[in-house]
């Protein structure tokens, strides 16, 4: 199994360590805490994959974003921000990187390294995920009425047509 080459950048250290645990398994996963040292970082190594905090202390990601576009290697993008960071956002988008919001990243990151991905992030980031929210509801299958209390095999008790 051939593991992703990550350089991840967040400044704040509990999210840094959170994020380098998700992925732990399926990435070797090097992490920086400032734009400085992660500019050596992908200046020097090759990666798959840039996983980057939007706002960065003195910078914002994108720097390092344009960067790593500019490798000769081909590298995905992930950035991430907050819902302030609509513009920011969409100018990421438009970059051809991935965006993410700050509160679903950590949940997030494994599927990003480990699956099969568009070439361009076409989500609206302005719009929250359908699956965040809460429907309520049940399935079918759930309710009384069609539950199976004699213990009938289920093939015997549909409906014909």
Do not use: C, K
């Not at 070439?119 to 302005?126: F, I, L, Q």
Request: net charge positive.
């Amino acid at each position: 199994m051939a593991f992703n080459r990550v350089l991840l950048v967040e400044p704040e250290t509990v999210l840094r360590l959170q994020m380098r645990s998700a992925v732990n398994d399926v990435a070797i996963i090097d992490t920086e805490s400032g734009v400085p040292t992660a500019r050596q970082r992908l200046l020097g190594a090759p990666y798959d994959w840039h996983v980057t905090n939007i706002r960065l202390q003195a910078y914002n990601g994108l720097h390092l974003a344009y960067l790593a576009r500019m490798s000769t290697r081909p590298i995905r993008i992930l950035i991430y921000g907050n819902g302030d960071d609509l513009l920011l956002a969409r100018e990421a988008q438009q970059l051809g990187a991935f965006y993410e919001s700050r509160t679903s990243v950590v949940s997030s990151l494994p599927g990003y390294l480990t699956g099969l991905l568009p070439a361009a992030d076409r989500r609206d980031a302005a719009l929250p995920d359908r699956r965040s929210m809460f429907r309520g509801g049940r399935r079918s299958g759930d309710t009384a009425m069609f539950s199976n209390p004699m213990g009938v095999r289920q093939s015997n008790w549909r409906v014909r047509r």
